[in-house]
């Protein structure tokens, strides 16, 4: 069994910045896509970034991008997400998610098949 365990959320005023931990056991990370969401009160959980296998290649919703960024170290089973410039609105509850092994699509909570208990993320004005 797969557990993801997400860390490093907190409170931050507008302009900071923050950096996720997610440390995955149980199942080494290396053969799998990982992803970024995030959930805020009253909304549907969506897509904040991704990377495949190797990390050669990132994924990143414009909402993010230019502001965030996410990297990871198989060798230590654990991935990161750098987040600065923090706006009001990237308040939310974030979640590491592990993507199915083949295939699937990197925006879509349907194409991840574990997920962490998710780390709150509150940017005040």
């Known amino acids: 069994q797969v557990q993801l365990v997400e860390s490093g959320g907190g409170l931050v005023q507008a302009g900071g910045s923050l950096r996720l931990s997610c440390a995955a056991s149980?199942?080494?990370?290396?053969?799998?896509?990982m992803g970024w969401f995030r959930q805020a009160p009253g909304k549907e959980r969506e897509f904040v970034t991704a990377?495949?296998?190797?990390?050669?290649?990132?994924y990143y919703a414009d909402s993010v991008k230019g502001r965030f960024t996410i990297s990871r170290d198989n060798a230590k089973n654990t991935v990161w997400l750098q987040m600065n410039s923090l706006k009001p609105e990237d308040t939310a509850v974030y979640y590491c998610?592990?993507?199915?092994?083949?295939?699937?699509?990197?925006?879509?909570?349907?194409?991840?098949?574990?997920w962490g208990q998710g780390t709150q993320v509150t940017v005040s004005s």
């Open positions: 149980g199942r080494t990370i290396s053969g799998y896509r």
């Open positions: 990377i495949t296998r190797s990390g050669v290649n990132t």
């Open positions: 998610a592990l993507g199915r092994i083949f295939g699937g699509s990197y925006d879509s909570t349907n194409d991840y098949d574990y």
